[in-house]
C-alpha cells in the first residue's frame, strides 16, 4: 500500500478532500503524469489550496484485497465530526480484478461488480457506519489492455510470462463499472472509451498511452485527466473548477 499524502489536513485546503482509491499499478508513483498529480499541478492549480488530494494506491490489489483497507481509510459517521470531509471519492479498479485465471488477483464479473455496489453503498447508504451523503463518487473504467505491448514486456522477462489480460476481458470489466455507476446513480469516467477513441480504434496504437501494455504514461494521463475533470463539472459543478475558482463551497 502507498500512501502518496499525509493523514493530516495540508495547508491547501479548509478540510476538504479528493480521495483517489486505486490500484496503484494504474497510478504510478513516480510518474510526473499521474493522476493525483494533475489535480494538484502547479501550473494549472486545479485542487491545489483548495482541496487535499489523497492518493490511496494499492499495489497489485483487486477489489476483493482492497475491501477491507478502505473500510480502514474512510471514516465513520461519528468520526466524520472530527475529520476533513471526503467531498470526491474517485474509485479507480479493474485492470487487476480482470486478470484472466490462473492469476490470483482475478475476480469473477459478477463479483466485481458487487464489491464496487458495495463500495458505493457504504458511503450512500443511510444504513451505513460510514455514510457521508455530501460525498460524491466517481468510478472510472480500467483502460483497453495493449495486449501487444503487455505480451512483449512479460516475455522479456527472466523468467518470462504468459499474457495475463485479454482485450475483450477488459472491455466487460469497463462495461461492468458503467452498469453499477447507472444502478447506484453516481457518474462513471469511462477511460476505456477515451483511451480506445484517442488510439483510433486500434489496439497497437495504444502504445502512445501506455509504456507496458497496462500502466499509462504520461499522455495516457492527459487523456485519462480530461475525460475525469468533464466527468467532474458535468456531473458535479458544485466541486468543479471554474476560473481556478470551486463553484460552490
Request: hydrophobic share 35%.
Amino acid at each position: 500500500m502507498s500512501l502518496c499524502s499525509s493523514e493530516t489536513p495540508s495547508r491547501r485546503g479548509p478540510g476538504r478532500r479528493v480521495y483517489l482509491a486505486t490500484e496503484s499499478s494504474l497510478l504510478v508513483s513516480n510518474d510526473p503524469g499521474r493522476l493525483d498529480a494533475h489535480l494538484t499541478r502547479d501550473n494549472t492549480d486545479v485542487y491545489a489550496r483548495k482541496l487535499d488530494v489523497l492518493n490511496r494506491g494499492l499495489s497489485g490489489y483487486n477489489t476483493d484485497w482492497a475491501t477491507p483497507v478502505f473500510k480502514r481509510t474512510i471514516a465513520t459517521r461519528q468520526e466524520q465530526e472530527h475529520v476533513p470531509k471526503i467531498r470526491l471519492l474517485i474509485i479507480w479498479f479493474g485492470a487487476n480484478d480482470s486478470c484472466i485465471r490462473p492469476s490470483p488477483q482475478h475476480v469473477p464479473l459478477s463479483k466485481f461488480a458487487k464489491n464496487l455496489k458495495d463500495w458505493v453503498d457504504l458511503v450512500h447508504s443511510p444504513k451505513s457506519e460510514y455514510y457521508s451523503p455530501d460525498t460524491r463518487i466517481i468510478l472510472i473504467t480500467p483502460p483497453p489492455v495493449n495486449t501487444y505491448q503487455r505480451s512483449a514486456d512479460l516475455a522479456s522477462r527472466n523468467p518470462p510470462c504468459l499474457l495475463d489480460r485479454e482485450f475483450e476481458t477488459t472491455r466487460k470489466y469497463a462495461d461492468a463499472v458503467k452498469d453499477v455507476g447507472r444502478e447506484k446513480g453516481v457518474a462513471v469516467t469511462d477511460v476505456w472509451a477515451a483511451l480506445w477513441e484517442a488510439a483510433g480504434k486500434d489496439e497497437p496504437s495504444l502504445s502512445k498511452f501506455m509504456y507496458d501494455g497496462l500502466h499509462l504514461n504520461a499522455e495516457g494521463y492527459e487523456v485519462l485527466y480530461e475525460a475525469l475533470i468533464t466527468t467532474i463539472r458535468e456531473s458535479y459543478p458544485e466541486v468543479a473548477q471554474k476560473e481556478g475558482a470551486i463553484l460552490s463551497d
